[in-house]
């Protein structure tokens, strides 16, 4: 007897073992709408050019090895915090960036900190959101309940803001954290509106929550880097920008975590940031150095390439450019093939209404299709999605759109 043989074989992180289910089958018209990557047109990988060009230039540098400081690279850090945040907000002295593993890191170390320091009663996460999220908070603080708020109404397939806004004013206490995704919802596809932000807000300073701040997908809701930063801009303007205001009147303080995995397609390089925001009149000094300390005994200290790549890019004006354009081409074939899979379904007459699909936003669709319809899709039409009906839309292209939405009608009607 082993307390090590007592422990169940756990299931593989579901879209994980749907890449690995796809890999393995070989019906020659199988489609992938499972991970949330980006495919070109012929459903392969992209290396963006911008990203292709950096890594041209950083091979020619003849770099070296070494070990980056444990923080991660500042001139790193720097132009991420710029790139979130615009280059006038991010000067100012109340935020402080760390390098991270990927957004999955940046998530990990921000409720590692929440947990040792902040210790918050509950964390509210968003129903549905990225499983992750339940992982992490589950491993990293599992001394801090996890409470769902609404977020999406089956009805009317939109986001159930009175629902949202309910649970928080009625079970939220002060000091707890609230995890709100920054734009291009995952899995949803649904982004609060500007007023609704500003109601969002209203009720972190009420209840003086702690925010943290996913964004994963910057660029990807509108294909504008700037507009799709618009709420995390608001928030840090009127919760943190205003150096009159007295730190009563703030909450403890906000958490960006920022992954650049999808945004420059550098998925398995992990690179992302943390960004810590502290009340205008505190110093983040001291909660850095606790950061750090973190980081220290998770990975002593974070990779280089990714890094680089995204600082090279970021501060060289051509590849910059270059790179708002790749940014605007991932999001508009995305939004391209949303619309003919929604036409497509319209055309063949698939029952029920599609119009959610149009309406939805980034990479994903939430079809609505309930998990014996995704089950069927993935058994009898070798169409890969999540069991909650999530569907990434990459995988789409002008060649099997047809078939999946042909497909779907199967399974619907
Ligand atoms: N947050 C959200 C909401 C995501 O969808 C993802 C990617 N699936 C991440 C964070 C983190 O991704 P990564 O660790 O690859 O940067």
Not at 269 to 283: D, F, N, Q
Request: charged share 20%; proline share 5%; with cysteine.
């Amino acid at each position: 007897h082993s307390i090590l043989s007592d422990l169940p074989i756990l299931p593989l992180a579901e879209s994980f073992a749907l890449t690995e289910a796809y890999n393995l089958d070989t019906f020659p018209e199988k489609v992938n709408l499972g991970q949330g990557v980006y495919r070109d047109e012929e459903c392969q990988p992209w290396i963006l050019p911008s990203v292709r060009s950096a890594e041209e230039f950083l091979h020619r540098q003849h770099l070296n090895h070494e070990y980056l400081p444990i923080q991660g690279a500042a001139q790193f850090s720097k132009e991420a915090r710029n790139l979130l945040f615009s280059p006038q907000l991010a000067q100012n002295e109340n935020i402080a960036s760390v390098q991270t593993v990927a957004g999955t890191g940046a998530n990990h170390l921000a409720a590692l900190f929440c947990a040792r320091y902040l210790r918050p009663k509950n964390v509210f996460i968003s129903d549905p959101t990225w499983d992750n999220h339940h992982l992490i908070w589950e491993t990293a603080g599992p001394d801090i309940k996890r409470k769902l708020y609404p977020y999406y109404d089956p009805l009317t397939r939109s986001l159930d803001f009175d629902g949202m806004i309910a649970e928080l004013e009625s079970s939220a206490e002060e000091n707890d954290v609230v995890i709100l995704h920054a734009c291009a919802h995952n899995p949803t596809g649904i982004d609060p509106t500007h007023r609704q932000w500003e109601k969002i807000a209203e009720i972190v300073v009420k209840k003086r929550l702690f925010v943290v701040f996913d964004s994963a997908y910057q660029g990807f809701a509108s294909g504008d880097l700037d507009a799709d930063a618009w709420a995390i801009r608001y928030f840090y303007s009127t919760l943190f920008g205003d150096a009159s205001l007295p730190t009563s009147a703030t909450p403890a303080g906000m958490f960006v975590c920022q992954s650049f995995s999808k945004n420059f397609g550098l998925y398995g390089e992990r690179i992302g940031a943390l960004h810590l925001v502290t009340p205008p009149s505190v110093s983040p000094q001291g909660a850095y150095t606790h950061l750090v300390r973190l980081i220290r005994a998770e990975i002593s200290c974070p990779s280089l390439f990714g890094e680089r790549c995204v600082h090279t890019i970021l501060t060289d004006l051509e590849l910059r450019s270059k790179w708002e354009e790749d940014v605007k081409t991932m999001a508009s074939r995305i939004q391209g093939v949303r619309m003919s899979l929604k036409l497509e379904l319209e055309n063949i007459g698939a029952q029920g209404n599609w119009d959610h699909i149009g309406r939805q936003i980034g990479m994903f669709s939430y079809t609505g299709l309930s998990k014996t319809q995704v089950q069927r899709l993935k058994e009898v039409h070798h169409v890969y999605m999540l069991e909650n009906g999530r569907m990434s839309l990459s995988g789409l292209n002008g060649k099997n759109v047809a078939y999946v939405a042909r497909a779907i009608k199967e399974v619907v009607d």
